[in-house]
């Protein structure tokens, strides 16, 4: 759900965060491109942790690893340039960002030990996530944004599930994994 710079309305829908069983949230361009105090406020008021793993700003955090049934899923975020490539320059060096496949390889060496599953909240499109994919050993799922895909049947790049739900809530995304020993074994993924 994408914030709209209009105060009352951007409230609401951070309520609307606030209730939903959200474990992490990733921004995308158009929450980056706000005023950060407006943003501040509205990611104070939902409450829920901002990860952003090539994003240099105050008050997110590069991974966040939740632990469902004894099995410890790190969940990583990276937006690239190309997402807000045709804003406006004094727009575009207020938005800090890194490499993400170099941030994404090294969070995942932090964490090696430390999780079981790794998944990318990503907001590139899904070419890019793609991209990706195919650069990075040892991610198992990247959930795609800004580009809105609606993907049936999600493609698995170098052991990589790239799955997208659309916009707007449309669809729900629904993940599977299975594992074997502490191993993924499988993975498929659907919206509904």
């Given at each position: 759900f994408t914030k709209t710079h209009?105060?009352?309305?951007?409230?609401?829908?951070?309520?609307?965060?606030?209730?939903?069983?959200?474990?992490?949230?990733?921004?995308?361009?158009?929450?980056?491109?706000?005023d950060p105090k407006a943003l501040d406020n509205l990611t104070d008021q939902m409450d829920i942790p901002v990860v952003s793993t090539n994003l240099k700003r105050k008050g997110v955090v590069p991974s966040k690893i939740i632990n469902r049934g004894g099995v410890r899923v790190a969940v990583l975020g990276v937006m690239d340039e190309y997402?807000?490539?045709?804003?406006?320059?004094?727009?575009?060096?207020?938005?800090?960002?890194?490499?993400?496949?170099?941030?994404?390889?090294?969070?995942?060496?932090?964490?090696?030990?430390?999780?079981?599953?790794?998944?990318?909240?990503?907001?590139?499109?899904?070419?890019?996530?793609?991209?990706?994919?195919?650069?990075?050993?040892?991610?198992?799922?990247i959930v795609g944004s800004h580009s809105q895909s609606s993907i049936e049947?999600?493609?698995?790049v170098n052991g990589t599930l790239i799955v997208q739900a659309g916009k707007a809530g449309y669809y729900i995304g629904v993940v599977d994994v299975s594992m074997k020993d502490g191993k993924v074994v499988e993975k498929t993924g659907k919206i509904d």
């Amino acid at each position: 759900f994408t914030k709209t710079h209009r105060s009352y309305k951007d409230s609401l829908m951070a309520e609307a965060y606030k209730i939903l069983p959200y474990d992490v949230i990733l921004y995308g361009d158009q929450e980056l491109t706000m005023d950060p105090k407006a943003l501040d406020n509205l990611t104070d008021q939902m409450d829920i942790p901002v990860v952003s793993t090539n994003l240099k700003r105050k008050g997110v955090v590069p991974s966040k690893i939740i632990n469902r049934g004894g099995v410890r899923v790190a969940v990583l975020g990276v937006m690239d340039e190309y997402a807000v490539k045709y804003y406006p320059e004094e727009i575009k060096e207020k938005i800090e960002l890194l490499d993400p496949v170099e941030s994404i390889k090294n969070e995942i060496d932090r964490l090696s030990n430390k999780a079981d599953i790794f998944v990318l909240l990503s907001h590139n499109g899904f070419d890019i996530d793609q991209n990706i994919a195919q650069k990075i050993d040892g991610l198992d799922i990247i959930v795609g944004s800004h580009s809105q895909s609606s993907i049936e049947s999600p493609e698995e790049v170098n052991g990589t599930l790239i799955v997208q739900a659309g916009k707007a809530g449309y669809y729900i995304g629904v993940v599977d994994v299975s594992m074997k020993d502490g191993k993924v074994v499988e993975k498929t993924g659907k919206i509904d």
